[in-house]
């Protein structure tokens, strides 16, 4: 049972031993739970194996407890900028769904305000659905069909480019996608060709039209656009006296806080659109929204575990490991081993790494001897690390074989032989292993194994030098070679 504070950590051990279990029981993945007591009361978060892609099983299994901790209100923003890291590293398809989630979470934690209301918008966008480009193009047909109809759409758009601007900050149109630069784009140009220079389209809302387009060039840096447009902006507006609206000193210093002012302009001269016009423009831009800790931020579309590894991405490998394929198991080992694409955890890795040189994997078989001289995933055990070693030698694994002949030059666990050792480097240098060539060219320098000879300890030098190997470059400079 552990309490609040403590919860991550408990929470930690229970998540590696499930999944050490579903490395060793991957038919457990069709259906399993994941349980902890805490306060005398027992919470059970149930996953399925279509649920979290095992690449991102960490951050899927610990949004859910973020969430619930949440839901507890104790301490929570801490763990809702942990929840939308957690998100972040999940697919695009999984994030869409358990962001309704995560907004409705923080909208309830928040209770009341502004930023509750931020992420009730949220959630309620990412429950209703997508809009695509060419959907808002049949609505704009419609509204084309009236001059202010389709100036009030306009502007709607406009106006909510920059007040996503003015929440979120300079960056979060660098997170749009093709179709949404292309619909601001577009509607700038038709918006300021057709009305800018109207003369029955009222001064505000034209001066309006500029100081959007002014702000949406200068959040995308293109800063003499943007000057051009603000000054027009400003000229419009000082004939009506109204130039209060907008303060500003220079372009790279204009700040967007008088948008409830300009809104109230716009209401004031323009028909307000209907209702289903303006959630399908919020809709079309929601997924340059989302939240993270008391501020906004932008959505991040790279995804953990997608990157190609030979053709495959890690959650493809992962289910051929599952099913028994022994160099698939040695790369999801060595993904856990380096933290390529997942959380690293050597206790996984050498789970893996254990299935696969069970097998006969040769690489894998090294890389468990290796993990077992350093203690790594497993406790250190030097008998075990020659065993695995030598039962990639005798295959012919490289690395392998310069490692017993290393645990012969030093006498690790075995009576020390050169001449055993020597054996050893020679089959690695042959196959083109740089150490073991350096380590050939060594015992024909010092006379350890084999008589003395300073031209073949010349020759094995050069080899592994021209692969770049330090050893063997200092070796040829102590010689003058």
Not at 95 to 103: A, D, G, I, N
Not at 157 to 170: N, R
Not at 278 to 284: D, H, P, Q, R, Y
Not at 308 to 326: I, N, Q, V
Request: net charge negative; glycine share 6%.
């Amino acid at each position: 049972m552990a309490d609040i504070e403590n919860l991550e950590e408990e929470y930690a051990k229970l998540v590696e031993e499930k999944q050490l279990e579903l490395i060793w029981h991957p038919e457990r993945r069709e259906e399993y739970k994941i349980s902890f007591s805490v306060d005398n009361v027992v919470r059970s978060f149930y996953f399925f194996r279509n649920d979290p892609p095992m690449s991102v099983f960490y951050e899927f299994t610990y949004f859910y407890l973020y969430m619930y901790l949440i839901e507890m209100k104790s301490d929570w923003m801490k763990y809702a900028v942990k929840a939308a890291i957690c998100l972040r590293q999940m697919p695009v398809a999984v994030r869409q769904t358990y962001l309704c989630w995560y907004h409705k979470g923080i909208m309830e934690a928040y209770g009341s305000g502004k930023k509750a209301e931020i992420h009730r918008r949220q959630y309620f966008l990412y429950a209703s659905g997508e809009i695509s480009l060419s959907s808002l193009d049949d609505m704009i047909v419609e509204v084309k069909q009236s001059i202010d109809g389709y100036l009030a759409f306009c502007i709607e758009i406009l106006s909510y480019t920059v007040k996503c601007a003015d929440i979120l900050g300079e960056d979060e149109f660098y997170v749009w996608t093709r179709d949404q630069y292309e619909l601001v784009e577009r509607t700038l140009k038709e918006a300021i060709n057709l009305y800018g220079e109207l003369n029955r389209c009222p001064i505000p809302l034209r001066s309006c039209l500029y100081y959007f387009q002014g702000i949406y060039y200068k959040k995308t840096r293109r800063y003499v656009l943007a000057e051009q447009a603000l000054q027009r902006g400003v000229e419009l507006l000082s004939k009506i006296e109204i130039s209060a609206v907008i303060q500003y000193s220079n372009v790279k210093g204009v700040k967007v806080d008088k948008i409830d002012e300009i809104h109230q302009l716009l209401i004031t001269d323009l028909p307000l659109l209907e209702p289903k016009y303006i959630a399908c423009i919020e809709l079309f831009f929601h997924n340059s929204i989302e939240i993270d800790e008391e501020n906004e931020c932008e959505e991040n579309e790279i995804v953990a575990g997608e990157s190609e590894r030979d053709g495959y991405t890690f959650d493809e490998l992962y289910d051929m490991a599952e099913k028994g394929d022994a160099d698939a198991q040695t790369v999801i080992a060595i993904c856990y081993l380096s933290g390529d694409g997942v959380v690293q955890n050597f206790r996984l890795a050498f789970e893996w790494m254990q299935m696969a040189a069970r097998q006969g994997q040769v690489q894998a078989q090294c890389l468990v001897g290796e993990m077992y001289y350093e203690g790594m995933g497993t406790e250190q055990d030097q008998e075990k690390a020659f065993e695995w070693w030598m039962k990639a030698a005798i295959q012919g694994e490289a690395d392998a074989q310069n490692y017993i002949g290393w645990v012969y030059d030093v006498g690790l666990g075995v009576e020390s032989d050169y001449t055993e050792a020597f054996k050893w480097f020679v089959m690695a240098a042959e196959q083109g292993l740089a150490m073991a060539q350096a380590n050939v060219g060594e015992y024909y320098e010092l006379g350890k194994g084999v008589p003395k000879d300073l031209e073949q300890a010349v020759v094995w030098y050069r080899k592994a030098a021209e692969l770049e190997c330090e050893k063997a470059v200092e070796a040829l400079k102590r010689l003058g070679r």
